[in-house]
């Protein structure tokens, strides 16, 4: 089993900055994909961005290309997404997510095979 426990949401204003934190702990793999996704109330959850683990290749949602980055750190095994020039509509529940199969379209919900419990991030107008 894989456990991945996220931090770092919280309620900031408009323009602000948030860097949210993922850990994963338990079953490793070697080649991996991580994940953000959110949810806002009464809608579904949506891509955010994404990471190759080992080649680093990135992907981000349009919605937020140029203002959220997502890294990770390999010494500590840590993966965050930071989140510049907020907007309200950024506002929702973000959840971290590992996909095992290398391959799979990183995009997608569906393939992803664990995921943590969220944490949420509240912007302010």
């Known amino acids: 089993q894989v456990q991945l426990v996220e931090s770092g949401g919280g309620l900031v204003q408009a323009g602000g900055s948030l860097r949210l934190s993922c850990a994963p702990s338990g079953r490793t793999f070697s080649r991996y994909t991580m994940g953000w996704f959110r949810q806002a109330p009464g809608k579904e959850r949506e891509f955010v961005a994404a990471?190759?683990?080992?080649?680093?290749?990135?992907y981000h949602a349009d919605s937020v290309k140029g203002r959220f980055t997502i890294s990770r750190d390999v010494v500590k095994n840590l993966l965050y997404l930071q989140m510049n020039s907020l907007k309200p509509e950024d506002t929702a529940r973000y959840y971290c997510?590992?996909?095992?199969?290398?391959?799979?379209?990183?995009?997608?919900?569906?393939?992803?095979?664990?995921w943590g419990q969220g944490t949420q991030v509240t912007v302010s107008s």
């Open positions: 997510a590992l996909c095992r199969n290398y391959y799979s379209d990183p995009l997608t919900l569906g393939n992803y095979d664990y």
């Open positions: 990471i190759r683990w080992s080649g680093g290749n990135t």
